[in-house]
């Protein structure tokens, strides 16, 4: 302390306020298999919808009952650490191939005079998806007038004239214009720079563009007035990588030309779907994984028509630029701006190509070429090339039809890298995930579950952290031995309770009382632990997901009791009983267990919780054994349960003396810390009597010169009622009966 030297008046702040901190009794740790979700990895879950959308909806596929017993069991807590097993190398995640494509583009040939020039052009364009739906729904008519100027001065060439169709006059989302040549005057007259270009990518997607000289055509005309050999100085066709025309189809001054010479006035252009150069089963596209594996991720409709899972839809937003929705349950979850320009949406930055720095919470994604992924490089602009990107996927299928003359140019063998690269449009279905659970091999199921210590815990192991604070724990449908003792060990070592079903199907009381002494197949060894409680037989239930009836293991509903019991009295009362044990949702018992059945499975050293239907009070658990064999106050759930939970407010409070002196003041605080929690404990009938002792009795000087600080606490927990016993006693009618 500082020592005060001059006169002033000093203000020291001493906090000595200390209580203890209220801590939920009732976490709970479920492990077992999803469809979805991060693997080994304990998550923090408060609802039914969170478990849902974290790891998926429960299917008969999946071994246990971890989501059906966990809906279950939120219906009564609000903390559920949901540990989804997963074994090494057993899983894939589900995928998609998005496509990609060139749009349909025709080129408008530069010349010094002619239409644009002279006279006014007019082009009418219609464009239509993959799918055929039109994007206008009557074809759009421009005209390129005569009159057109840059900067003030009067057009001389035609690539003048179509400055005003290239700098956006057209529908950006629907049908664009474009331009290559830097500059758009009578030095570039010769050079294709300008395109006319469809928003959809594919070989579905189609380009109509008509040219005219007379705005009062129409396509009832009889006369159409095709501009062609009369003097239109514009050619129209579809282009290859180096802006040439497709397979010979030329410009002439004067005409626009198919490749037999003859003038039309009319042509279609397909787009082009992207193939690889020599493998045309494996072409390039984006690559759509869930983060995760599992087979939740791949898009399903049921029988009741809910659909879930996953899928991608791409929507053309305009120009370079695709919207990719990341659709999950039938509805947009995520929505993307992508391109494969690097304007600031490339998708190889968008989208996550991992788990790390998400910007998906659903997906990842990667280029593909070839069946595999490489470093793709954005493109410079729109109208580069798709080989600039970094790789060599080539174009094939495209397709030119010249409507009005008399060629149809079918160009299926034809292979170019065209320009204008997009995502082709629709909607694609991830699917192909796989769960890691064993699949049906049981050793498999077991190391999953089991998990691995190291710095990477897997499966139950992975409860073992300081910031996953469990009391209860349990992995609903799963009776392999392996799996359990395993529990029960976690248990025993992190101060929490492990509650067991037993299998469907095992048989009557003697049965259950053969699997919890370990002499049947399913148990060679027998349970004994106040760290764990068996409860039998299976509860028949309603499955809304699965729309019928099915047996559940008991455990869940055991764990559901244990949390309406914290809500409407303590942990310390016991979850089992007419009051705080009866359970509502179930239809029946597996098993029909009389006044014997309970004496047997209750007594003699037996110590399974038996689940029983009277005929009015209906399905009651009756029983709250621990499966501890010695005859202490242990061997019941509601004493073991108070003391997992002193001894996690003990722990958290108390953290804080270490290191502080250890000497009279410092023992004084603890004993003054902790009496205020036994007396509430005993206020609300955990106990009946305690006693906290911190002092030099129990810190002698051995003790202290090891740098400990004892502290005893004598507590008698409160015993629950579970004989009641009414003497009745007859007397004669000369008795004398006094109060």
């Known amino acids: 302390m500082v020592n005060f030297v001059s006169p002033g008046v000093y203000v020291i702040e001493k906090d000595i306020s200390d209580y203890t901190p209220a801590i939920n009794p009732t976490v709970v740790g479920i492990v077992g298999f999803a469809g979805k979700g991060v693997p080994n990895k304990p998550t923090l879950i408060t609802s039914q919808e969170r478990l849902i959308k974290a790891f998926g909806r429960p299917t008969e596929d999946l071994p246990g009952q971890a989501l059906e017993g966990s809906l279950e069991i939120l219906e009564t807590c609000n903390q559920l650490y949901f540990l989804r097993a997963m074994g090494s190398g057993t899983a894939t995640t589900a995928s998609a191939t998005v496509e990609m494509g060139g749009c349909p583009a025709v080129a408008i040939f530069n010349s010094g005079t002619g239409y644009g020039v002279g006279e006014t052009l007019y082009l009418e364009l219609q464009a239509s998806d993959n799918s055929g739906n039109k994007v206008y729904q009557s074809p759009k008519r421009i005209a390129i007038d005569s009159g057109t100027s840059m900067g003030g001065t009067a057009c001389t060439t035609q690539a003048q004239a179509m400055a005003t169709l290239v700098g956006g006059s057209l529908d950006g989302d629907k049908i664009g214009s474009y331009m290559t040549a830097s500059s758009l005057d009578s030095t570039v007259a010769s050079s294709i720079g300008n395109y006319i270009v469809a928003n959809f990518a594919g070989s579905g997607a189609i380009l109509h563009v008509k040219a005219f000289k007379d705005s009062s055509y129409t396509l009832e005309s009889s006369s159409l007035y095709p501009v062609g050999a009369s003097g239109?100085?514009?050619?129209?066709?579809?282009?290859?990588?180096?802006?040439?025309?497709?397979?010979?189809?030329?410009?002439?001054?004067?005409?626009?030309?198919?490749?037999?010479?003859?003038?039309?006035?009319?042509v279609k252009i397909r787009g082009t779907q992207f193939e690889d150069a020599s493998i045309t089963t494996a072409g390039m596209g984006y690559l759509v994984e869930s983060q995760y594996q599992g087979n939740g991720y791949d898009a399903s409709t049921h029988t009741d028509g809910?659909?879930?899972?996953?899928?991608?839809?791409?929507?053309?937003?305009?120009?370079?630029?695709?919207?990719?929705?990341?659709?999950?349950?039938?509805?947009?979850?995520?929505?993307?701006?992508?391109?494969?320009?690097?304007?600031?949406?490339?998708?190889?930055?968008?989208?996550?190509?991992?788990?790390?720095?998400?910007?998906?919470?659903?997906?990842?994604?990667?280029?593909?070429?070839?069946?595999?992924?490489?470093?793709?490089?954005?493109?410079?602009?729109?109208?580069?090339?798709?080989?600039?990107?970094?790789?060599?996927?080539?174009?094939?299928?495209?397709?030119?039809?010249?409507?009005?003359?008399?060629y149809d140019n079918a160009m299926s063998s034809k292979r170019m890298s065209p320009r204008f690269a997009k995502f082709v449009a629709g909607t694609d279905n991830l699917a192909g995930g796989t769960n890691g659970d064993g699949n049906g091999d049981s050793d498999k199921e077991a190391d999953a579950l089991i998990g691995e210590v190291g710095a990477n815990r897997t499966g139950i192991e992975a409860f073992d952290d300081d910031l996953v604070p469990i009391?209860?724990?349990?992995?609903?449908?799963?009776?392999?031995?392996?799996?359990?003792?395993?529990?029960?060990?976690?248990?025993?070592?992190?101060?929490?309770?492990?509650?067991?079903?037993?299998?469907?199907?095992?048989?009557?009381?003697?049965?259950?009382?053969?699997?919890?002494?370990g002499r049947t197949p399913y148990r060679t060894t027998a349970m004994n632990s106040s760290y764990a409680a068996l409860y039998f037989p299976q509860v028949k239930v309603f499955n809304t997901f699965y729309g019928k009836d099915m047996f559940y293991d008991p455990a869940i509903f055991a764990i559901r009791?244990?949390?309406?019991?914290?809500?409407?009295?303590?942990?310390?009362?016991?979850?089992?009983?007419?009051?705080?044990?009866?359970?509502?949702?179930?239809?029946?018992?597996?098993?029909?267990?009389?006044?014997?059945?309970?004496?047997?499975?209750?007594?003699g050293g037996n110590i399974v919780n038996?689940?029983?239907?009277?005929?009015?009070?209906?399905?009651?658990?009756?029983?709250?054994?621990?499966?501890?064999?010695?005859?202490?106050?242990?061997?019941?759930?509601?004493?073991?349960?108070?003391?997992?939970?002193i001894k996690r407010v003990i722990e958290a409070s108390t953290k804080r003396f270490i290191f502080e002196p250890n000497d009279k003041i410092?023992?004084?605080?603890?004993?003054?810390?902790?009496?205020?929690?036994?007396?509430?404990?005993?206020?609300?009938?955990?106990?009946?009597?305690?006693?906290?002792?911190?002092?030099?009795?129990?810190?002698?000087?051995?003790?202290?010169?090891?740098?400990?600080?004892?502290?005893?606490?004598?507590?008698?927990?409160?015993?629950?009622?579970?004989?009641?016993?009414?003497?009745?006693?007859?007397?004669?009618?000369?008795?004398?009966?006094?109060g």
């Open 232 to 266: 239109l100085a514009s050619g129209l066709a579809g282009v290859d990588t180096n802006g040439a025309p497709w397979n010979g189809i030329s410009h002439q001054a004067g005409k626009l030309a198919d490749i037999n010479g003859g003038a039309v006035a009319e």
């Open 306 to 406: 809910t659909i879930t899972g996953n899928s991608i839809t791409v929507s053309p937003l305009g120009s370079q630029n695709d919207f990719l929705n990341v659709n999950e349950d039938g509805a947009t979850a995520e929505s993307f701006k992508v391109s494969l320009v690097g304007s600031g949406a490339f998708v190889e930055t968008v989208i996550n190509t991992g788990l790390e720095n998400r910007t998906s919470d659903i997906i990842k994604g990667n280029l593909m070429a070839s069946g595999a992924i490489f470093d793709a490089t954005k493109l410079a602009r729109y109208t580069t090339t798709l080989s600039a990107i970094g790789a060599t996927p080539r174009g094939a299928g495209g397709q030119a039809v010249i409507v009005s003359g008399t």
């Open 471 to 517: 009391t209860i724990a349990a992995i609903p449908g799963i009776t392999d031995y392996r799996v359990q003792n395993a529990l029960i060990t976690l248990a025993e070592r992190l101060g929490f309770l492990a509650v067991f079903g037993t299998p469907l199907g095992l048989g009557q009381a003697q049965d259950a009382i053969d699997y919890i002494n």
């Open 561 to 603: 009791q244990m949390g309406f019991t914290d809500t409407v009295a303590d942990l310390w009362f016991a979850p089992a009983g007419f009051v705080r044990g009866r359970l509502t949702k179930p239809s029946e018992t597996e098993v029909h267990l009389n006044q014997g059945d309970r004496d047997a499975l209750y007594s």
């Open 610 to 645: 038996p689940i029983t239907s009277f005929p009015q009070q209906g399905i009651t658990i009756f029983g709250q054994r621990t499966t501890q064999r010695a005859s202490t106050a242990l061997d019941r759930i509601n004493v073991r349960r108070l003391m997992i939970y």
């Open 666 to 738: 410092t023992q004084e605080r603890i004993q003054t810390l902790l009496t205020p929690l036994f007396e509430d404990i005993k206020r609300r009938r955990g106990i009946t009597e305690f006693k906290v002792v911190c002092d030099e009795t129990t810190n002698t000087p051995e003790r202290v010169d090891r740098n400990e600080l004892w502290c005893k606490v004598l507590i008698k927990p409160t015993k629950a009622a579970e004989v009641l016993i009414f003497e009745l006693n007859v007397a004669s009618q000369g008795a004398t009966i006094s």
